[in-house]
């Protein structure tokens, strides 16, 4: 069994939001024409309270995409986003869910930010996903949504090491690409036994 995984196609990483990735919306497409595809489609709504330890907004003299050292390690601090009940946080209203059988929220703990879509940056606390996942016997797992060098590269790595087949879906993600590292993440995603494919390629495959 295989399922589908969209991570983050909210509204403040789009075109517009407080934390946009350049052309954040180029993945709707993509991702509405292959969610028919698919009996399991999971998203994930990224969820913060005002107060989050991510925002830079919270920390003294500290500007958006500093670092500052947390007790999980390195955290990147952003501009307020997905603020819970904001506009922001709600999914881009082109993106068809009607699909979608389950919503997994992260980054609502205020002392913890949560990239992948399985567990939290401390690298402990389980979002449920894996569970879920289990449940249904899912063994391979198809990944798209923003932001590539981010929370998409988390969710693929922590896929691999909870022993799913990862693929993926090079033309539904994009990234923020700070330092070049959209690229750097394309290297570890590789290295850690993520299989790429396009869209075009993955729906007949599905369609059958
Ligand atoms: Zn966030």
Redesign the pocket.
Known sequence: MYALLIIDVQNDFCPGGKLAVPDGDDVIAPINKLSPFFENVIQTQ?W?PNNHT?FASNHKNKNPYDTIDLDYGKQVL?PN??VQESRGAEFHPDLETIHTNIIIRK?FRPEV?SYSAFFENDKATSTGLKGYLDSLNISTVFICGLATDFCVKWTALDSIKSGYNTYLICDAVKGIDIDNSVQIAMKEMYDAGVEFILSDYLIPLLDN
Do not use: K, L, M, T
């Open positions: 990224d913060h991510s952003w986003h997905c980054g930010d």
